[in-house]
């Protein structure tokens, strides 16, 4: 009688295929993080310089997240370069989970910027005074906001293309400036045309709750891929879709399960084929699903489990045609 059977693991050679599949694009994703500690270092003078200019507590609280945004940068370049190093003895299934690590602690340093900002905002209202030279000071911030626009929309166009946490917050992070920026701009047109010396302490405090908002987001997605988060019902149809057109010769696949960490797709299921097919015709399709799979999703780790017919469920199942 038939019996269900685990198709043998991929062999050293199979993963250093994989391997070079996997990190193809990790110098890319690299260089991206190396601009990005540029960026922030610029945009970080230009803000240093613009409060040193006008004494605004304003312009005070915004230099001080760019300065998170430095460490940010930084912690992003050391979770791209772990997550980039292949499997070993002690994580065989790699060190994807470090951008997460990565993100969550950007998100946590948000906050403490947030609560940090929300300090400053509250000693503002306590001793109010007309910030000095503000053309020259919203012309630089101003232009470090340019800058960051510019950035951030590169990272995220760039985290989302290589599946990149890290680089994804990051973008966020930085993008939150450019809000910033806008308000103060804003702000600092209003205060010596209304004389509402108020505006300065109050546009930190928009601050605050502007930077709460990302680092709670960023702590939120991030922890959802460490707690291995099901894909979106989007991406789970196209997993079923193409095991489905790929599977001629199986009769159905059940217990389908997917999870995204990092650019990586893991991904498995149990393949139920004909009692009386040999293993080599059961390999040959569960090669042939693999290649539409990674075809499809790009990086996949895929692990299927053959069945013999009478292991099938033929409900609440995808059954093959």
Known sequence: MPTSAVLPAPTPSDRRGMSASMFANTDTKI??????????????????AAWRTTGSI??????IETIINVVSAVAGLWAL????????????????????????AEGVLVVITAVTIAHEAWIGFQHMHRPE??????????????L??????FLLRMGRAHHSPALVASGHHVLSDVSTSGVLIVGFILIPLTGWLWLDPLLAALIAV???????????????GLMDEAPNSETLGEIRSIISHT?????EAHDI?????????????HLVVPGSMSVENAHHICDRIEDGLREGLGDALINIHVEPERKAKHSGVLVLP
Not at 81 to 104: C, I
Not at 148 to 153: F, I, Y
């Open 133 to 146: 030279d503000s053309l020259l000071g919203i012309s630089l911030n101003g232009g470090a906001g340019l």
């Open 210 to 224: 502007n930077v709460l908002r990302t680092g709670w987001e960023m702590m939120r997605t991030s922890i959802a």
């Open 148 to 153: 960051n626009l510019v950035w951030g929309l």
């Open 31 to 48: 260089l991206a993080a190396w601009c990005s500690v540029a960026v922030s270092l610029i945009a970080l003078g230009m803000k240093y």
């Open 247 to 251: 599977a001629a010769g199986a009769l």
């Open 58 to 63: 304003a312009l005070y609280s915004d230099a």
């Open 81 to 104: 370069r772990v997550a980039s190093l292949p499997p070993d003895h002690n994580h065989t299934y790699g060190h994807y989970k470090a951008e997460y690590l990565s993100a969550v």
């Open 257 to 269: 399960r997917a999870r995204i960490v990092g650019a990586m797709t893991f991904i498995e299921f």
